[in-house]
């Protein structure tokens, strides 16, 4: 009985201090104010990013009309946002990636592989319509902090 109370004091302590733990909002480079998100919010040792479509940064022009150009761009626009926060590609834990037409899989995949050729993190991917811009590729991550 006194094992289970010292276990149950100690999980509330943790607990508490995971929720103490600060929430703070980050502004990536090139971020376009004004937008009802922010680029990532970093709680504790964890990076939460908005997903990022191939726009130009600090603009709402994609850069490509292309998946594979999209993708590289996405993917370089998370770049920034983690560097930013002091933080890298692999650090990512994982990834989700949302396509306009599920037929741009492959190209996407052979783009996205490029930028994780190691220990690729966890990673969705899932199919739909109507991404901000007409993007035809959105890709969010979470990762470590640095």
Do not use: W
């Amino acid at each position: 009985m006194k094992a289970s109370l010292a276990c149950l004091a100690l999980f509330v302590v943790l607990v508490s201090r995971s929720l103490a733990q600060e929430r703070q909002v980050l502004h990536g480079p090139g971020e376009v104010r004004g937008l009802p998100f922010s680029s990532a919010v970093r709680v504790g040792n964890m990076l939460y990013l908005s997903g990022q479509i191939g726009n130009v940064p600090g603009t709402r022009q994609l850069a490509d009309t292309g998946i594979a150009g999209q993708t590289r761009q996405a993917l370089e626009n998370i770049k920034a946002v983690l560097a930013s926060a002091g933080s890298s590609l692999d650090r990512a834990v994982k990834c989700t990636v949302f396509l306009a037409d599920i037929k741009d899989y492959a190209a996407m995949n052979t783009v996205y592989a490029t930028y994780f050729p190691k220990d690729p993190p966890a990673r969705s991917t899932v199919a739909g319509s109507g991404l901000a811009l007409g993007a035809r590729v959105e890709i969010e991550c979470i990762a470590t902090a640095g």
